[in-house]
């Protein structure tokens, strides 16, 4: 399957494009498996570390770590650190939310991470450091303030423009990183008001501190929201919501913001994990997108499913795209899929739809809702053999109609593209047994477009 799809990873290098809310692939043709993210740049090249996650289970399997010299076109470097064989990092256990500095200092990469276990009643904030950026990181066990372990959950990482380094925390704490990046020295901030949210994430700009967080929803989606300061140690004003209300942040929770320079100005680009649980190795997706800057005002006020890094603005991913006539999509039982409003959906296990076409891509249109499942996803080549598989979430809070999937770029020719309805759906409880997620196994198609 790789060996087919990397014979044309060059035509990849060709797009400078971000596809939101659908699956990357590296150079291979693998899915980009980097979540609750962050990106170094580092000698004109930029370094993504991410989760690696599986689709079993939400115990830790390492961090990875992806290049790029385009923040599109993403090559697979390593598993910067794997499961440790015992520990906080150990197995059946819990990692997440890494984040990497250069400490100025020491010029050796630091990493840190949430450690816990698989009930979230034994949180850490671990480190570890590596001498080259991409290489393997030696895990140094918890970070320490004043002698003991710092036990929080949730956290995020800020290197101001002085070279200080932070870390944050949920809830809003702060605590500014001794010299070497290897220990707490001060807690700057003890808990911006009225917040308890999570997946905290800083930059500043024109002189002013950002402080963006979730709210505590589970994997759920949420209406992030931020806080300004003139100074790290505050005072701290909540300012609201950064995305239209009611949109859930775009389906997305803030994982990060990389300061993207453009000329003279750098625009913060805010980096979110569309979550999938319990698959999140192949349905997780990312949100990355432009913010604008008004003062005190942040806002991501419109949607991009697509947008050119190098212009900043949003492109039509299927202009051009010919639409498969309806008429040529076989049914493994057509009475087991429903047409309504201009779409097809189905939500009995088992049942599947097929359409053949010509060409390297194609673009799978659809709509998620509350009652959607996991469909399976393969593409056959003209010997009907599987050359990719994967699954596909169509579950979301807030309905929203858009491409679901865009297959990987493959040589011209002959597929045949199943989608599969698996009469699996994204359901979970949070800590309180609060229930969130799907309440059925429907997969909605409007349309496949070949690109």
């Not at 494009?17 to 090249?45: K, L, M, S």
């Not at 097809?344 to 959607?372: D, M, Y």
């Amino acid at each position: 399957m790789l060996s087919l799809i990397a014979f044309v990873a060059h035509a990849q290098k060709m797009e400078k494009i971000v596809y939101n809310g659908i699956p990357w692939f590296d150079e291979q043709g693998t899915i980009v498996n980097a979540h609750g993210a962050c990106i170094v740049e580092e000698g004109g090249r930029y370094y993504l570390f991410g989760e690696w996650k599986s689709d079993e289970s939400n115990a830790f399997p390492g961090f990875s770590c992806y290049s790029s010299d385009d923040l599109v076109n993403w090559k697979f470097e390593r598993v910067v650190l794997p499961m440790q064989s015992g520990g906080i990092l150990g197995p059946d256990r819990v990692g997440e939310r890494v984040k990497v500095m250069k400490c100025p200092s020491t010029g050796e990469y630091v990493m840190y991470m949430h450690a816990d276990d698989l009930k979230y009643k034994d949180p850490h904030i671990g480190y570890a450091t590596c001498s080259t950026i991409a290489g393997e990181y030696k895990f140094h066990g918890p970070l320490l303030y004043e002698d003991k372990p710092v036990r929080r959950w949730d956290m995020g990482t800020f290197q101001d423009t002085d070279g200080e380094g932070y870390l944050l925390l949920h809830g809003g704490i702060v605590y500014r990183l001794g010299k070497d990046y290897r220990s707490a020295e001060e807690r700057v901030v003890s808990g911006v008001p009225g917040s308890h949210g999570e997946s905290p994430a800083m930059f500043k700009k024109n002189g002013t501190y950002f402080f963006l967080f979730s709210n505590l929803t589970s994997w759920e989606k949420n209406d992030n929201f931020y806080y300004t300061a003139p100074a790290i140690k505050g005072p701290w004003t909540k300012r609201g919501f950064f995305a239209p209300e009611g949109s859930l942040t775009f389906n997305s929770q803030t994982t990060f913001v990389f300061p993207l320079k453009r000329g003279n100005d750098t625009i913060p680009m805010f980096m979110g994990d569309r979550w999938s649980y319990p698959h999140q190795a192949s349905a997780a997706t990312y949100v990355w997108m432009p913010m604008q800057v008004d003062g005190t005002r942040l806002s991501m006020p419109e949607y991009w499913s697509a947008w050119d890094m190098d212009k900043l603005r949003p492109v039509n991913p299927l202009q051009g795209g010919k639409v498969i006539s309806r008429k040529k999509i076989k049914f493994s039982n057509q009475a087991e899929w429903k047409e309504e409003n201009g779409q097809i959906a189905s939500n009995v296990k088992g049942s599947s739809l097929r359409v053949s076409f010509k060409g390297s891509r194609v673009a799978v249109v659809g709509e998620t809702n509350r009652h959607g499942g996991y469909a399976r996803v393969n593409i056959l080549n003209k010997k009907k053999e599987r050359v990719y598989s994967s699954l596909v979430d169509f579950y979301s809070k807030v309905e929203d109609q858009a491409i679901r999937f865009i297959t990987p770029v493959l040589p011209e020719g002959d597929y045949t593209l199943v989608i599969e309805v698996t009469g699996v759906n994204p359901v979970w409880t949070d800590k309180t047994k609060t229930i969130y997620g799907s309440d059925d196994y429907y997969v909605t198609i409007k349309d496949f477009v070949i690109l």
